[in-house]
T-cell receptor
Framework: NAGVTQTPKFQVLKTGQSMTLQCAQD?????MYWYRQDPGMGLRLIYY???????DKGEVPNGYNVSRLNKREFSLRLESAAPSQTSVYFC????????????????FGDGTRLSIL | GESVGLHLPTLSVQEGDNSIINCAYS??????FIWYKQESGKGPQFIID?????DKRQGQRVTVLLNKTVKHLSLQIAATQPGDSAVYFC???????????????FGKGTKLSVIP
């Protein structure tokens, strides 16, 4: 029972390089999310996908793009990496549903630790 | 200021004692709350959730209490074990974002250390 799988687990980039972080879930969830976690800042939402075919900005979307490839996969792309994007990135998924049934927990992967020099 | 926060950034307890981790929230419209546990090098792990129409919910060794009057959430861990050592986050549902999804706002976390 894998849950949410993120690849790679670690990555070091140089400023200006591009990279795509991969995320896949096997729980048949409708909604998927990308967060970054920085010391003293808590988890902050970058982008989310409420359902297959839709994506929306979260709190800190600048410098990132996302693709909901299919129901299972949601990728995060850094087109031109900057040192300020050094962080731990978490992908999450939730069942989603109608408003009266929308309160469902998000389940997280173990993160990608990204350093940008 | 941050809508979701924690009263205590660190908490040390003796093994076998009960632990109480507190969280304050500021948005009275929030209707769903979650507690997560995060171990070093791992992602947040769901512990327990509660909806705003409830005051209390119990799980295995954990209880969440919600006091809407003072906008306060707490997580109680019974008979704390060394494996409970981790950072604990509360999160609140601030907005319904359509299509059945929702957005959460997370607190910064409390580190729980269990003394053997």
């Amino acid at each position: 029972n894998a849950g949410v799988t993120q690849t790679p687990k670690f990555q070091v980039l140089k400023t200006g390089q591009s990279m795509t972080l991969q995320c896949a879930q096997d729980m048949n969830h409708n909604s998927m999310y990308w967060y970054r976690q920085d010391p003293g800042m808590g988890l902050r939402l970058i982008y989310y996908s409420a359902s297959e075919g839709t994506t929306d900005k979260g709190e800190v979307p600048n410098g990132y793009n996302v693709s909901r490839l299919n129901k299972r996969e949601f990728s995060l792309r850094l087109e031109s990496a900057a040192p300020s994007q050094t962080s731990v990135y978490f992908c999450a998924s939730s069942r989603g549903g109608q408003r009266w049934n929308s309160n469902q927990p998000q389940h997280f992967g173990d993160g990608t630790r990204l350093s940008i020099l | 200021g941050e809508s979701v926060g924690l009263h205590l950034p660190t908490l040390s307890v003796q093994e076998g004692d009960n632990s109480i981790i507190n969280c304050a929230y500021s948005n009275s419209a929030s209707d769903y709350f979650i507690w997560y546990k995060q171990e070093s090098g791992k992602g947040p792990q769901f512990i327990i959730d509660i909806r705003s129409n409830m005051d209390k919910r119990q799980g295995q060794r954990v209880t969440v209490l919600l006091n809407k009057t003072v906008k306060h959430l707490s997580l109680q861990i019974a008979a704390t074990q060394p494996g409970d050592s981790a950072v604990y986050f509360c999160a609140e549902n601030l907005a319904y974002s359509g299509a059945g999804s929702y957005q959460l706002t997370f607190g910064k976390g409390t580190k729980l250390s269990v003394i053997p």
